[in-house]
């Protein structure tokens, strides 16, 4: 199983990126999404998660983020998203995802962290 990130980049204040996590190997389902960033200097602090177990799925978010990001998942495409607007400069860090799945090969639950992306708001 891996998870890859991406979408990361340079954005100005106020503006917009898509992130992207893509699960592959031999996943029965996804769980539970998380997204999760760590600054420099700073530790690591969940974003949002999404629970899909629960019908339409669960969301919660980081007071900081509220009303700015968005987390999704394509249980098809065993894809998550990440939609940040309005971003902030207190926004710049490494983004991380993790998704605690069900493996269809043995049937055993794990969790998984994908690679990291760089995000930096900056003008």
């Known amino acids: 199983v891996q998870l890859q990130a991406s979408g990361g980049g340079l954005v100005q204040p106020g503006g917009s990126l898509r992130l992207s996590c893509a699960a592959s190997g031999s996943i029965f389902s996804i769980n539970v999404m998380t997204w999760y960033r760590q600054a420099p200097g700073k530790q690591r602090e969940l974003v949002a998660t999404i629970v899909t177990t629960a019908a339409g799925g669960t969301t919660r978010y980081a007071d900081s983020v509220k009303g700015r990001f968005t987390i999704s998942i394509d249980n098809a495409k065993k894809t998550s998203y990440l939609q940040m607007n309005s971003l902030e400069p207190e926004d710049t860090a490494v983004y991380y995802c993790?998704?605690?799945?069900?493996?269809?090969?043995?049937?055993?639950?794990?969790?998984?962290w994908g690679q990291g992306t760089q995000v930096t708001v900056s003008s």
């Open positions: 993790n998704a605690d799945l069900r493996r269809s090969d043995s049937g055993g639950y794990g969790s998984y």
